[in-house]
């Protein structure tokens, strides 16, 4: 029996609303080094065909290996519409699509990587995201993480409080991420470490199995 995936909708029409604002809100050189950081966290992305899976306003893209070919994805037009601006500037080999990351429209193994920028946490349904990307992974390619996480078994009082507020607005503040790796067993963590506010965002590579 399908699963129905939770409504996109509230959270399509909060960042249409949040898109002017976006790359202000995010794009403070602490999340944009931690952005490069991540892209460094891996080498040889010659012709590497490369999913950006939520892709924003594009405040990836001045920061892409130039040797890649990428495609990005991003379920609310607004977004996508200044992220093709930032393309325009670019010499980035990159295709934009209006595309839901917990339902992606691509075939199994398609991509070389993938790339989770601060998604993860944003999703309604985070583990589908996570599937999805792990399912268009070819064998042995590697998905990048860039998100904020509570550890396993922490407790986080105001963190989790905070998430019914702000799930629906922005983000959500109470994904573990051990929880939603742990049914994608086709996924081998290769590196987890501290990126940014002492360990809240983590440095995270995953690698699909062959």
């Known amino acids: 029996m399908l699963t129905k995936q939770p409504s996109t909708k ?3 029409y909060a960042y249409t609303l949040w898109s002017p604002f976006y790359d202000v809100l995010l794009g403070a050189s602490a999340i944009q080094k931690a952005r490069r950081n991540s892209l460094a966290l891996l080498d040889d992305w010659l012709d590497k065909s490369v999913l950006i899976t939520g892709i924003g306003t594009g405040l990836d893209i001045p920061l892409l290996p130039r040797e890649a ?3 990005g ?14 393309a325009q500037k670019s010499d980035a080999r990159i295709e934009l699509l209006t595309g839901n990351a917990m339902q992606l429209d691509f075939a199994d193994e398609t991509f070389d990587r993938v790339v989770l920028h601060l998604i993860l946490a944003v999703v309604p349904d985070p583990l589908s995201a996570l ?10 390619g590697d998905i990048l993480i ?9 407790i986080a009082p105001l963190r989790r409080a905070l998430s019914i507020l702000t799930r629906n607005l922005a983000t959500r503040t109470d994904v573990v991420f051990e929880d939603i790796l742990a049914p994608c067993d086709n996924l081998k963590v290769i590196l987890d470490q501290p990126a940014l506010f002492r360990g809240w965002f983590r440095h995270i590579v995953l690698r699909k199995n062959f």
């Open 131 to 140: 599937s999805e990307a792990a399912r268009v992974l070819k064998p042995g």
């Open 69 to 71: 070919i990428y495609t």
């Open 10 to 12: 509230p959270l399509r």
């Open 73 to 86: 994805i991003d379920i609310t037009p607004a977004m996508l519409d200044r992220a093709r601006c930032c």
């Open 146 to 154: 860039l998100d904020k996480f509570l550890r396993l078994g922490q």
